[in-house]
């Protein structure tokens, strides 16, 4: 472990921008704090790398095992309980480490991208929106940066508000239909988490009580008495496995915990929908893979299957509602949904393949599916509707745009050279090479067919957005504007550097740390129990 | 890098760069600058490309060896290495230079081209545009070919699938244009859904995705006694690695428009002529090919025999279908897809060579009969219907004679025994005499094999039948062949070894001493019933009479005859921009018929010497036939052809003649007296009316079917229980706690309020009330603490 502030600095100077928000005089000021708070912190998350330079041979990036080589550290008790105290311990590895940054430059670009504010039409002012974008940061940043299970309990909460009020707030027409819905879902969920996180308090052998989620995977007395444990006259690991599973589902989000998802995005503004689809989704993930699988790896054997369906459910299932909607924005949102399947049942498999290729397509898809989003707003703030059918020949009246939106779609189509085939395909051949599952070759099957279902939509979607005649009503729109340019500039030029080089640009980040939560994990093909003999504690 | 690597990388890179530059300054750049960026790009990948021929055709074995590097760390999947590299070898460099030289004239002819092309769509240029892709597409298509690795083979395929996809749907706002673009994408990823499927059959059972990791893993499992061999381990009855070739030919069936998944290359005519002639006519489309080509090592005869089987209906349905097309374009497109169906027939009989050889001829006389078909188009004004052309010899003299080579080489026009002949003469004839090899001469095959060593069963073929005089071209060729390439067959055995380039199993002894058994097992194992190899013979012998027929048909039609639309004809014009490139490329169709290509295929065939499953047949001396463990099969099969094929172009180009010699008339009779025939073929078998009912139709019934789910159970669930929480809280909270609770607090506070109403009456503010309450207390007091002491 590696002490060092850089992390406290990172998740609090949002939180100093949005108390300045509500301070400095006038709109422009406001918007100006917001850019150059997100503006900082990204340049700031951009000192993480002097710990992961993996073209330096003579570093040890990742250490000897989970958990061993933690950076920028702070760890300060908080509040002090009887068995253990709840710490203020924050750190990055290599699984968190792209999730900082990624989070760092949607938040920054999303920033960016509500620069326009004024055009937008909303009532309330934007003094709280930033303030409240500010604060959500923090709490995003919070999230990954936590491993104190209580402290990561804190920011998820405290990530939750500021969205609900952002939805609700300065949404479309149905905004609090769906903010709260958003709302309910999520503290559903959190509240799953709760019980989980209590009972791995309490559950621990005395002596050994904690909330450092570390300590929780690596502790072989905490493990062990994890494994041999009953709650509620069931075993300890798949309970807790799943009510942990449905509080990450939620986010992700898996099927049939989705809806909320589309209804969130078609009424939350712009920026808030990149950050939503950029960064919240990935919280589901980067949960599974920080808490679920280290410290209940056996009941992650248990669910193997479970989630594996899921994850084939999702990419198949999203990808065909994708392909009947009519709103572009809620056509994203189901492809979303789609691209996270993959990153379900990347982890589903528990191999270092399944995990490298679901932590790809978890930074890929932060990439592209904000970039989508975007290329959604620009025309949303032309044309002030959605309707794929109304528009056509856009590629015609904007070529610069144009041309943007067709590699941002084809990034998300999975092309190779972009970075959603690399995802795609390291979890699809992943899943084709776990010879410890006997599902895991019809699962990959399966799971192939959304490459062509995932053609079908985008390009049906190209062909009625962006190419046919250019249509009269759309002949004056303007070409993207420099802002918007440099919004989707950074994206686009992310999309093809992963896709391009994914070792060097993502795989030597975090390979390390993925291959030592699956070294936690007991040997293959031992722990599979049937689910009613698991589920009676036989 | 060795410098011929560099070579072959450099000029992958400079059209990617051309691409860069005409992306970000094409507009600029403007008409016609763009278009000549473009051309230079290329022309200096061509140049490259032509001194890595040069230079490879000058090195000796060791020299080959030492030029190959790599290859290099690309990433990791798990704990296994993806690497990437240059796979250099003899098919590499030419077809290296032929994607090149060919893109080198379309390039120009497109330059001309677009000249008279209204670029212009709502006032916005789209120039550059095509320059842009087209530099994209050749960046692509060069990276396919030098690739070495089947996930680096998939890259670009999917890159050239995307370029393609750009390119046919180049004129966009035509809803006719952007529809088969998407088709044409949708129906290659199909075809992908195969290719992954099989890439991850070879990366569990093999785990290594380059190519010759893969075909040496491959060929130790079969040396193993692996299960990947065993059809019980299977599904249906086919091995795992039955199925693994099969789903990875599945890619080809989609990028080679072969049936079931042809029906996009038609509608892919939407594009701009040069784009049908480079991409969907000369290198893409033929990827398929050379992808089945690469992986050949790793198709068991069962696969062997799929290929064979999808690449004979094929070409049989294209050749029917081309005989009622009208528009000129559309037939050039079938016969593509038939000429496709003969190179994928040749692979699956084992044809290696002569497929390969039918690529790079076919590419030569395909492009210049597309050019030459644009040239017309282009010059009648953009008339693609050939019943209003007629006589167009006059105007377009150059056009008229080039397509006619073109029209000579696809027919396979040649006489037999003076060896001269052009294209398909060679390359389609020697397909047909290795499936007559199959068909007829599996005993001589079988007894071939069972002889130790290839080198020994070559002597004896030599011995027993003498060598005979050559009938193809290769004898022709030995002339250019450097001293080195033609070594006594003893020295060739090392040479080999050395020429196999960095594969661990190419070591210097033959297959067959390394495991015997497994080289005759895989010959004896020939699949599939008697009648199926004679099929596979005599429908392509057959077609091979309606190929001239139709194609003939399509030059008589526009070219000679008379003119049947005098707007059309008056109009017609030739452009030297674009004639030029024509000339170049018929002089390409006669090179290459005859010259370097050939031999360097069969260079190629090196690689092939590790496969288990070598059905690698010969024909002809070539200097290599050595090199490689094939059977070279005797000329029987081409005597046996000369009848059967001979003349089968004189045959079809009488039967034209004497069709479409007068106009339309006749062949209008026809047509009706064979209505219900001539409806099908005009419908193209309804192929894609039956996909857009059962396919497109039930993936709309699907999405329908899934987002009502989504919208009325899930979230109708969801919602559900939002109204039953609301509904619960109602009753908690309005019935119980407003009712009830509050109701009893209510209550408590009402008996209150009574009591104290009842208890307020008296208390009206008189004093002598109050002082009778106080005397009347104070009277009880008394009385009780008098009287109740007292017991």
């Known amino acids: ?67 061993q080589k933690l950076y920028e550290v702070t760890k300060v008790t908080w509040i002090q309980l009887s068995g253990a105290p709840i710490e203020y311990f924050v750190g990055v590895d290599g699984l968190s480490f792209p999730l900082v940054i990624l989070t760092t430059l949607v938040t920054f670009l999303a920033a960016l991208a509500s620069w326009n504010f004024e055009h937008w039409k909303v009532s309330r002012g934007i003094r709280g929106y930033f303030c409240l974008f500010l604060l959500l940061e923090t709490g995003m940043l919070g999230v990954f940066c936590a491993l104190d299970f209580f402290l990561f309990y804190i920011f998820w909460e405290v990530m939750l508000l500021p969205m609900y009020f952002l939805i609700g707030v300065w949404g479309g027409p149905r905004k609090e239909y769906a903010a709260i819905k958003f709302f309910i879902y999520t503290l559903a969920g959190s509240v799953l988490m709760l019980v989980a996180l209590l009972a791995f308090y309490f559950y621990a052998p005395a002596g050994h009580q904690t909330f450092d989620l570390i300590r929780l995977a690596t502790d072989p007395a905490i493990q062990a008495a994890f494994g041999s444990a009953l709650f509620l006259g069931l075993k300890f690991g798949p309970v807790m496995f799943v009510l942990l599973y449905i509080g990450f589902a939620i986010k992700v989000p898996v099927f049939p915990f989705h809806t909320w998802l589309p209804d969130a995005h078609v009424e939350a503004p712009t920026p808030i929908s990149m950050i939503l689809a950029g960064i919240l989704l990935k919280m589901g993930a980067y949960g599974l893979l920080r808490i679920s699988y280290p410290i209940l790896p056996d009941a992650g054997t248990w669910a193997a299957w479970g989630l594996a369906l899921l994850g084939v459910i999702n990419i198949i299932y999203g990808a065909l509602c994708a392909m009947a909607q009519t709103d572009f924005k809620r056509l994203v949102a189901y492809s979303s949904i789609s691209h996270m399947g993959y990153v379900l049942l990347g982890l589903a498999i528990m191999t270092p393949a399944g995990f490298q290729g679901a932590m790809f397509q978890v930074i890929a898809h932060g990439i592209s599916s904000p970039m989508c989003f975007f290329l959604v707003g620009v025309i949303y703030d032309r044309a002030h509707h959605r309707e794929i059918n109304r528009f056509g020949g856009l590629w015609l009246t904007m070529p ?14 999975g092309l190779p050279g972009l970075c959603g085939f690399i995802g795609e395909f390291w979890v699809l051949i992943a899943t084709f090479s776990a010879e410890q599952w006997s599902w895991a070759q019809p699962m990959a099957i399966l799971a192939a067919t959304g490459v062509v279902l995932t053609a079908g939509y985008i390009l049906w979607m190209i062909q009625r957005v962006y190419l046919g005649k250019a249509r009269e009503e759309y002949k004056s729109f303007p070409e993207a504007t420099a802002r918007e340019i440099a919004v989707l500039a950074p994206f686009a030029a992310l999309a093809i550097a992963l896709g391009i080089l994914p070792q060097q640009t993502l795989f030597n980040f975090m390979n390390g740390t993925l291959h030592q939560i699956t070294n936690l994990f007991p040997a293959a093909g031992t722990t599979a129990l049937t689910v009613a003999g698991a589920l009676l504690g036989r | 890098m060795s410098p011929i690597e560099t070579y072959l990388v450099t000029g992958v890179l400079i059209p990617l760069a051309g691409f860069v530059l005409l992306a970000f300054l094409g507009g600029r750049l403007g008409k016609p600058a763009a278009g000549w960026v473009a051309v230079l790009a290329i022309a200096a990948s061509c140049g490259l490309s032509a001194k890595a021929l040069w230079d490879w055709t000058h090195l000796d074995a060791a020299g080959r060896l030492a030029a190959r590097t790599g290859p290099y760390e690309w990433a990791r999947l798990g704990d296994t290495v993806l690497t990437v590299g240059v796979n250099l070898d003899s098919l590499t460099i030419i077809m290296f230079f032929m994607v090149t030289l060919i893109s080198t004239c379309i390039f120009v002819f497109s330059v001309g081209y677009m000249a008279g092309h209204s670029d212009e769509i709502d006032h916005v240029s789209k120039y550059h545009r095509f320059f842009t892709y087209l530099c994209l597409f050749d960046f692509s298509m060069l990276l396919l070919v030098i690739a070495d690795s089947l996930l680096l083979l998939f890259i670009s395929w999917e890159l050239v699938g995307l370029c393609s996809y750009l390119l046919i749907g180049y004129y966009f706002h035509k809803k006719s244009a952007s529809t088969a673009a998407m088709k044409a994408f949708i129906t290659n990823r199909v075809g992908d859904l195969g290719f992954i499927i099989g890439l991850g059959l070879v990366f569990v059972h093999l785990h290594d995705l380059s190519l010759a990791g893969a075909a040496a893993k491959f060929r130790d499992a079969w040396a193993a006694g692996s299960p990947l061999f065993d059809p019980a381990a299977g599904l249906l009855g086919l091995s795992p690695a039955t199925w693994m070739g099969m789903l990875l030919f599945c890619g080809a069936i989609g990028k080679s428009a072969q049936f079931p998944l042809h029906v996009w290359l038609p509608d892919a005519m939407e594009g701009p002529t040069p784009v049908s002639a480079l991409i969907h006519a000369a290198t893409m489309v033929a990827a398929g090919v050379y992808l089945t080509a690469r992986i050949f090592v790793l198709l068991t005869p069962e696969a062997q025999l799929f290929v064979a089987v999808i690449g004979c209906i094929t070409l049989t349905l294209a050749a029917l279908v081309a005989i009622v097309q009208t528009d000129i374009k559309k037939v050039l497109a079938y016969s593509t897809i038939s000429q496709l169906g003969y190179m994928m027939l040749g692979m699956g009989v084992g044809a290696w060579i002569a497929a390969l050889f039918h690529l790079l001829t ?15 188009i282009e010059g009648c004004h953009h008339e693609q219907d050939m019943r209003k052309m007629g006589g167009l010899w006059r105007k377009m003299p150059v056009t008229c004679a080039t397509f006619l080579v073109g029209v000579l080489a696809i027919a396979g026009a040649g006489i037999p025994a003076a060896h001269i002949g052009l294209g398909g003469y060679f390359s389609k004839d020697e397909i047909l005499a290795v499936a007559w090899h199959r068909a007829y001469g599996r005993e001589d095959h079988g007894a071939a094999q069972s002889h130790g060593s290839v080198a020994q069963a070559n002597g004896l073929w030599r011995m027993g039948k003498g060598p005979t005089a050559p009938e193809v071209s290769v004898a022709d060729i030995d002339q250019f062949i450097p001293a080195s390439w033609a070594q006594p067959p003893g020295e060739h055995a090392s040479e080999s070894g050395g020429a196999a380039h960095h594969r661990p199993v190419a070591d210097a002894t033959p297959r067959e001493e390394t495991h015997p058994g497994a080289a005759q097992a895989g010959h004896a194992r020939a699949p599939g019933p008697r009648w199926l190899w004679i099929a596979l013979f005599v429908v392509p012998v057959i077609m091979a009479y309606v190929t001239p027929f139709y194609m003939m048909r399509a030059w008589w039609l526009t070219f000679m005859g008379r003119p049947r639309d005098h707007h059309v004809y008056d109009h017609a014009h030739e452009s030297p921009l674009m004639y030029l490139p024509l000339v170049v490329l018929a002089i390409g169709t006669f090179v290459s018929s005859y010259f370097l290509f050939r031999p360097l295929v069969a260079e190629g065939a090196v690689q092939m010497s590790t496969a288990p499953f070598l059905t690698m047949l010969y024909d002809g001396e070539a200097a290599t036939a050595e090199h490689a463990h094939g059977v070279p099969i005797d000329h029987a099969a081409h005597r046996a052809l000369v009848p059967a094929v001979g003349f089968a172009f004189v045959i079809g180009f009488v039967l034209a003649i004497a069709i479409y010699g007068r106009g339309l008339a006749l062949a209008t009779k026809l047509a009706a007296a064979l209505r219900p025939l001539h409806t099908l073929l005009e419908h193209k078998f309804y192929f894609d009316e039956l996909y857009g009912v059962v396919l497109v139709g039930g993936v709309a019934a699907l999405r329908a079917v899934s987002y009502g789910f989504d919208k009325y159970v899930v979230d109708g669930l969801v919602n559900l229980s939002g109204l039953l929480t609301r509904v619960a809280s109602w009753f908690s909270g309005v019935i119980l706690d407003q009712g009830l609770v509050d109701g009893l607090v209510n209550g408590v506070g009402r008996v209150t309020y009574a009591l104290g109403g009842l208890v307020r009456r008296p208390q009206v503010g008189r004093v002598r009330n109050y002082i009778l309450f106080a005397a009347g207390s104070v009277a009880v007091v008394v009385l009780w603490a008098a009287f109740g002491r007292v017991k």
Request: charged share 5%; glycine share 14%; with cysteine.
């Open chain 2, 362 to 376: 076919h590419a030569f006389f395909k492009a210049l009969m597309f050019l030459g078909s644009g040239q017309v």
């Open chain 1, 1 to 67: 472990m590696e002490p060092g502030n850089l992390l406290n600095w990172l998740i609090f100077l949002p939180t100093i921008g949005a108390v300045l928000c509500l301070i400095v005089p006038g709109a422009r000021a406001v918007k100006l704090i917001g850019v150059i708070t997100t503006g900082a912190t990204f340049v700031l998350s951009l000192g993480l790398f002097q710990h992961f330079a993996w073209w330096d041979a003579t570093r040890d990036v990742f250490g000897s095992g989970y958990g």
């Open chain 1, 400 to 413: 610069v745009y144009g041309s943007l939106a067709t590699l941002g779609f084809f990034a998300s189509l």
